[in-house]
C-alpha cells in the first residue's frame, strides 16, 4: 500500500515539473507573445515554433532554434491543416524540476537532522 502510494506520489510530481503543455481553448487570433512556445500538430506529427501568427486561414510561426527576429526562417501553413495547437513552456519546467529536486534535498535534510545530525 505505502509503494503504490509513494509512486503515485511520484508520478504526479515528475508530471508537475513537465513544460505543462495545454490546448487553448478557443485558439486565439493575432500573434501570440514572441517568446511563447507552441506546438503546432500535423499528419500526427508535431512541430515547435516561437513568434506565431494565427489568421482565420493559416498559423505561421518561426522554427523554435531560430532566433525570433528570423522573419525569413518564418513558415506558414494552413490553419486546415493543423490538427490541434499546444502552448507550453518547457523553461518553466526545467526550474520547477530543479526547485523540486533541490526541496527533496532539504526535507531530507531536516527528516535527517531531527533525529540528530551528528550519528553517535
Same mark, same amino acid.
Given at each position: 500500500?505505502?509503494? &503504490?502510494?509513494?509512486?503515485? $506520489?511520484? $508520478?504526479? *510530481?515528475?508530471?508537475?515539473? !513537465?513544460? !505543462?503543455?495545454? @490546448? #487553448?481553448?478557443?485558439?486565439? *487570433?493575432?500573434? *501570440?507573445?514572441?517568446?511563447?512556445? /507552441?506546438?503546432?500538430?500535423?499528419?500526427?506529427?508535431?512541430?515547435?515554433?516561437?513568434? /506565431?501568427?494565427?489568421?482565420?486561414?493559416?498559423?505561421? !510561426?518561426?522554427?523554435?532554434? @531560430? #532566433?525570433? $527576429?528570423? &522573419? $525569413?526562417?518564418?513558415?506558414?501553413? #494552413?490553419?486546415? =491543416? /493543423? &490538427? =490541434?495547437?499546444? *502552448?507550453?513552456?518547457?523553461?518553466?519546467?526545467?526550474?520547477?524540476?530543479?526547485?523540486?529536486?533541490?526541496?527533496?534535498?532539504?526535507?531530507? !535534510?531536516?527528516?535527517?537532522?531531527?533525529?540528530?545530525?551528528?550519528? &553517535?
Amino acid at each position: 500500500m505505502l509503494r &503504490d502510494v509513494g509512486a503515485v $506520489t511520484a $508520478t504526479l *510530481l515528475v508530471a508537475a515539473c !513537465g513544460a !505543462g503543455w495545454h @490546448q #487553448p481553448a478557443p485558439v486565439p *487570433l493575432g500573434a *501570440l507573445p514572441a517568446r511563447q512556445q /507552441v506546438q503546432v500538430w500535423r499528419a500526427g506529427n508535431p512541430v515547435r515554433w516561437h513568434a /506565431v501568427r494565427i489568421s482565420a486561414d493559416s498559423v505561421s !510561426g518561426i522554427p523554435f532554434l @531560430q #532566433p525570433v $527576429t528570423c &522573419d $525569413t526562417c518564418r513558415t506558414q501553413v #494552413p490553419r486546415a =491543416s /493543423v &490538427d =490541434s495547437l499546444r *502552448l507550453g513552456n518547457p523553461v518553466a519546467g526545467f526550474w520547477k524540476t530543479i526547485g523540486l529536486i533541490s526541496g527533496a534535498f532539504v526535507v531530507a !535534510g531536516v527528516i535527517y537532522c531531527s533525529r540528530g545530525c551528528y550519528p &553517535d
